[in-house]
């Protein structure tokens, strides 16, 4: 009787394996699925999806469907370097790490067309000089202005551009037309695309801390296995 009860319980065993063997990657998949804290240094908000192309605003819903609070915290420059170092952040999406410590760097990234930026009565081919403000993490391009001097003013955020542009303190910013067409209402009407060409392509990767997680989910989001599952949540 026990050898029967044994061959009963064996054969149970062997009929679950199938079910339980594919239960191990939708666990996997879970633990991969733990909640994250990313951080930007612009607003990459729904005002911002309207005028993203689909590529970043895909990979930027894929990023929210992962995160604690469902969306991307947008922190000035020296701040969100800060809490990335103090581990208050998992990860950044930034163009460039100010630090020799190597971090994770995904293959997919944010892809961004700069243009220069300045107020609608100014015309900027007149100057002699001119001071624009860019991005602090951003090494500042070439501009198409042979006879114009160009000197540069780090900014910690678009939004500190804008206002150093309105009080006359600049007199253009480098920004990707998506940023500055994202405002609710389009308050910034009265800033508008200098009649340049786009002055760069640039890619902004996300970076983050060296742990197993993170290893999984950079490796997820680089394979594109993450956008089925950040459709279904």
Avoid at 52 to 71: C, M, Q, Y
Avoid at 98 to 110: G, N, Y
Avoid at 115 to 138: A, C, H, N, P, Y
Avoid at 176 to 202: F, G, W, Y
Wanted: charged share 25%; aromatic share 6%; glycine share 4%.
């Amino acid at each position: 009787m026990p050898i029967h009860r044994h061959i009963v319980t064996l054969v149970t065993v062997l009929l679950m394996l199938p079910v339980l063997l594919r239960l191990l990657p939708v666990g996997e998949a879970q633990a991969q699925q733990k909640p994250m804290r990313i951080g930007a240094h612009v607003h990459l908000d729904d005002w911002w999806a309207k005028h993203a192309t689909p590529e970043n605003r895909d990979f930027v819903t894929i990023l929210k469907a992962h995160t604690k609070s469902g969306r991307i915290e947008a922190l000035p420059n020296d701040r969100l370097y800060r809490q990335y170092q103090n581990r208050k952040l998992d990860c950044i999406l930034t163009g460039g790490w100010p630090h020799d410590d190597p971090q994770l760097r995904s293959q997919r990234a944010l892809t961004f067309e700069i243009r220069l930026f300045t107020l609608s009565d100014k015309d900027l081919s007149t100057q002699e000089e001119i001071l624009v403000g860019r991005m602090k993490q951003f090494p500042p391009p070439s501009l198409p202005l042979e006879r114009t001097m160009v000197d540069w003013f780090p900014l910690q955020n678009l939004p500190q551009g804008f206002d150093l542009l309105r009080a006359g303190r600049i007199d253009a910013l480098i920004a990707d037309p998506s940023h500055v067409l994202n405002a609710p209402d389009n308050i910034h009407h009265d800033i508008i695309p200098a009649d340049l060409p786009p002055l760069k392509t640039v890619h902004v990767p996300l970076i983050c801390h060296d742990t197993k997680h993170n290893r999984n989910f950079v490796e997820m989001l680089d394979r594109g296995s993450l956008m089925e599952s950040s459709r279904l949540q």
